[in-house]
């Protein structure tokens, strides 16, 4: 199959490309070529560029939750990451060391879970000192607890998670970091693996990288009834041909499906994406096909800040419906209750099984 058309046969629409209103620039960040190469990007998709008198981002604010969100989500900033940022921290149960490329998203999506995770207002942060950040990778290698030491994943090697705050595919045309990782990941003759999540589509330019097989690009998908959720991103038919057209280029490809919610007839729904799923991947090469399931959950203070950022949303967050969790930082979670958790896995591992019989499930959560 032609990997240009999508599964109906027809020539895939021109993926939708987030241009950010206004592009804050630090003065530190002008001094990486990479930085500079980010603004030329976006000012040649008609952003404002407005380059700052000092490192610290000012004038993010509005006049209410609202506005402030709003105005952030129009707002690209290029910085640096500092050398804290630069430490890498485990994050389990994805990978064994979380890189940051960037933080925040263009996305829309009502049950955001950076929401209360990163402080201030929701603007997209890129960094310029990309070379900073892959040269202190390899310190890292074979000290995971994720996979390194992992029976069942040791074979993925030390595996380093690029979209733990960001999507970066969904910035890529702006930063141009994700093809310059993959790149060296592909190059880098260690036994590690790159991986990242995405709900864009726009998969084109990193096609024909020299990945080595050491990427996963994996593609957050949901039913139909949880989709609605999702605003500013690519439709899930358009995730899947994604897929496809990365597992046809021999990208090692997974599924992330998330949050997984209990919404009306949502055995049907969900055993229709995974149908769509396998559609997705009929007839592909040497495919190496990961899942993982993950449940919707929220803190009192994320849904304090979604609430704010989407007033109206009939998205469930209703406390008295749900179990009451501690974190692994002594903060508070509200996830399903134990009945419902264990119906939902049940049905999750018995169709993927079913219909996606050659995937493997990394976790459920």
């Known amino acids: 199959m032609d990997p240009g058309l999508a599964l109906d046969g027809k020539r895939e629409a021109t993926p939708k490309l987030w241009r950010p209103r206004r592009v804050l620039v630090t003065p530190a960040a002008l001094e990486w070529e990479h930085g500079r190469a980010i603004l030329e990007r976006a000012a040649s998709l008609g952003s404002e560029i407005v380059e700052l008198k ?20 129009t707002t690209l900033a290029v910085v640096v990451a500092p ?8 994050i389990p149960p994805s990978a064994d060391w979380r890189v940051d490329l960037a933080e925040g998203c263009p996305a829309h999506c009502q049950y955001c879970y950076l929401a209360g995770s990163l402080s201030g207002p929701p603007v997209t942060r890129v960094y310029a000192n990309l070379p900073e950040i892959l040269d202190s990778l390899a310190d890292y290698v074979g000290k995971g607890a994720v996979t390194s030491r992992s029976t069942d994943r040791m074979h993925e090697g030390t595996t380093f998670e690029a ?42 330019p990193l096609l024909g990288i020299a990945h ?27 995730r899947l041909n994604a897929m496809r057209s990365a597992a046809l280029a021999g990208y090692r490809v997974g599924l992330t499906i998330a949050p997984i919610m209990p919404v009306e007839d949502w055995r049907e729904a969900y055993g229709a994406l995974l149908q769509d799923a396998a559609a997705a991947m009929r007839d592909v090469p040497d495919l190496d096909l990961s899942v993982e399931l993950i449940t919707h959950r929220f803190t009192p203070g994320s849904k304090t800040v979604l609430n704010g950022w989407y007033p109206g949303s009939d998205l469930d967050m209703d406390e008295e419906t749900r179990a009451r969790k501690m974190t692994k930082f002594n903060s508070i979670k509200y996830v399903y209750t134990s009945e419902i958790m264990k119906e939902m896995r049940r049905f999750f591992e018995s169709a993927t099984g079913s219909i996606l019989p050659s995937a493997r499930i990394l976790y459920w959560t």
């Open 212 to 238: 080595g097989r050491r990427t996963r690009i994996r593609f957050s998908v949901n039913a139909k009834p949880a989709a609605r959720f999702e605003g500013g991103t690519a439709s899930v038919a358009a």
């Open 163 to 204: 979209s733990c705050y960001t999507d970066p595919l969904g910035i890529e045309h702006l930063t141009g970091s994700l093809a310059a990782i993959i790149a060296h990941f592909g190059s880098w003759q260690a036994p590690v693996q790159l991986r990242f999540t995405t709900k864009f589509d726009a998969v084109q």
């Open 83 to 90: 050398p804290g940022k630069r430490r890498l921290q485990p």
């Open 54 to 73: 000092s490192n610290r981002l000012a004038g993010l604010g509005g006049d209410n939750d609202r506005q402030s969100y709003v105005n952030a989500k």
